[in-house]
T-cell receptor, first 114, second 110 residues
Framework: SAVISQKPSRDICQRGTSLTIQCQVDSQVTMMFWYRQQPGQSLTLIATANQGSEATYESGFVIDKFPISRPNLTFSTLTVSNMSPEDSSIYLC???????????FGPGTRLTVL | EDQVTQSPEALRLQEGESSSLNCSYTVSGLRGLFWYRQDPGKGPEFLFTLYSAGEEKEKERLKATLTKKESFLHITAPKPEDSATYLCAAASGGSYIPTFGRGTSLIVHP
């Protein structure tokens, strides 16, 4: 399975600011995914990022709020823009495994917005 | 709409006390049923993939089984280090993105 790292591991931010989360994979992957995990809730997919094309956002998530970059096959960033306390959550990136629909996750970024 | 429901929400066991976690799913054409383990402050760790009813997979004290409507994660003689949240996810034929349940928080007391 791929080894995935995320930066930062956690952060505390002020309302109205933006934070960019980085996701690095140790091997080339076609598809990368960004999830949000709020306390007591299931993982919610924010968007799918393919290299060389614009990210595909799920219902309820928009590019202006969560811009995503995917400059190559091993790296992606997610920006949480104009943050509010409701954005406090764990943000996870994941990549597809070798088997259909299989996914592997990074360690997550714990974001607290004051 | 695909749905995945896990029960119980929380489970407390004594060390050595075997039990099962349940994952009920409603998806159109199951492509795969996944189990993950998530420790506090970490990302989910992949455990198993099941593809068809009747399939079973084992890893140490864990065994996952699958029927047409639900999956069970059986934990035999658990140890405190098995304490974690266990997530279930199901992928349908119409989407390559699995739907996740809310998880079962397991605490094993020594």
């Amino acid at each position: 399975s791929a080894v995935i790292s995320q930066k930062p591991s956690r952060d505390i931010c002020q309302r109205g600011t933006s934070l960019t989360i980085q996701c690095q994979v140790d091997s080339q992957v076609t598809m990368m995914f960004w999830y949000r995990q709020q306390p007591g809730q299931s993982l919610t997919l924010i968007a799918t990022a393919n290299q060389g094309s614009e990210a595909t956002y799920e219902s309820g998530f928009v590019i202006d709020k969560f811009p995503i970059s995917r400059p190559n096959l091993t790296f992606s960033t997610l920006t949480v823009s104009n943050m509010s306390p409701e954005d406090s959550s764990i943000y996870l990136c994941s990549v597809e495994g070798e088997l259909y629909n299989e996914q592997f996750f990074g360690p997550g970024t714990r974001l607290t917005v004051l | 709409e695909d749905q995945v429901t896990q029960s119980p929400e929380a489970l407390r066991l004594q060390e050595g006390e075997s039990s099962s976690l349940n994952c009920s799913y409603t998806v159109s054409g199951l492509r795969g049923l996944f189990w993950y383990r998530q420790d506090p402050g970490k990302g989910p760790e992949f455990l198993f993939t099941l593809y068809s009813a009747g399939e079973e997979k084992e890893k140490e004290r864990l065994k996952a089984t699958l029927t047409k409507k639900e999956s069970f994660l059986h934990i035999t003689a658990p140890k405190p280090e098995d304490s974690a949240t266990y997530l279930c996810a199901a992928a349908s034929g119409g989407s390559y993105i699995p739907t996740f349940g809310r998880g079962t928080s397991l605490i094993v007391h020594p």
